[in-house]
T-cell receptor, first 119, second 115 residues
Framework: DSGVTQTPKHLITATGQRVTLRCSPR?????VYWYQQSLDQGLQFLIQ???????AKGNILERFSAQQFPDLHSELNLSSLELGDSALYFC??????????????????FGPGTRLTVL | AQTVTQSQPEMSVQEAETVTLSCTYD???????LFWYKQPPSRQMILVIR??????QNATENRFSVNFQKAAKSFSLKISDSQLGDTAMYFC????????????FGAGTRLTVKP
């Protein structure tokens, strides 16, 4: 158990709908990262938040958005869903994640993932 | 841009034997981190081992060790005394403190340990 929790475990929805995925980081971790893993593919970085602020963006679609709340949990919102959005969505957390801090450890610990199926 | 390449899509090994998974990466930075993550059938991403680029000594975690060749930009994972529970997808990943530490993953190597 990594200490990172994600809900729900599974989500089945229809095209055009909107869903929200939730992540709670490990205690003490300030950074949250979101990744997408499509079937039989590697992980693609979507977005990172650090202490409530967006820190970095990866291959995140405009239909997707995220936020990190004062209690440090994060939500990933996926809207106007398409069949191709079906994937496993992972959240990871780390202690810091500040750019340029060579000394930061920033090992990312992953949650169990949310499997999204769009029908 | 940093890229990570795992050239072995699938590998197999007999139980109790040793196997090495390959990983190469491309970066112009001098300091960074490298990781191996394991993804068993449960799909959980589990950290196996990590290496800081400024450390010359290869990281070791029990039966798992790496061969880090910085000049060659190579980072292979050696699994000794393979166990059935090692059967999983293994991902090599790169992260840079100069790039917010968001990780770039290789495509993965599917390892099967045979009894």
């Amino acid at each position: 158990d990594s200490g990172v929790t994600q809900t729900p475990k599974h989500l089945i929805t229809a095209t055009g709908q909107r869903v929200t995925l939730r992540c709670s980081p490990r205690s003490g971790d300030l950074s949250v990262y979101w990744y997408q893993q499509s079937l039989d593919q590697g992980l693609q970085f979507l977005i990172q938040y650090y202490n409530g602020e967006e820190r970095a963006k990866g291959n995140i679609l405009e239909r997707f958005s995220a936020q990190q709340f004062p209690d440090l949990h994060s939500e990933l919102n996926l809207s106007s869903l398409e069949l191709g959005d079906s994937a496993l969505y992972f959240c990871a957390s780390s202690v810091a994640g500040l750019a340029g801090e060579v000394s930061s450890t920033d090992t990312q610990y992953f949650g169990p993932g949310t499997r999204l199926t769009v029908l | 841009a940093q890229t990570v390449t795992q050239s072995q899509p699938e590998m197999s090994v007999q139980e109790a034997e040793t196997v090495t998974l390959s990983c190469t990466y491309d970066t112009s930075e001098s300091n960074y981190y490298l990781f191996w993550y394991k993804q068993p059938p449960s799909r959980q991403m589990i950290l196996v081992i990590r290496q800081e680029a400024y450390k010359q000594q290869n990281a070791t975690e029990n039966r798992f060790s790496v061969n880090f060749q910085k000049a060659a930009k190579s980072f292979s994972l050696k699994i000794s005394d393979s166990q059935l529970g090692d059967t999983a997808m293994y991902f090599c990943a790169f992260a840079s403190p100069y790039n917010n530490n968001d990780m770039r993953f290789g495509a993965g190597t599917r390892l099967t340990v045979k009894p």
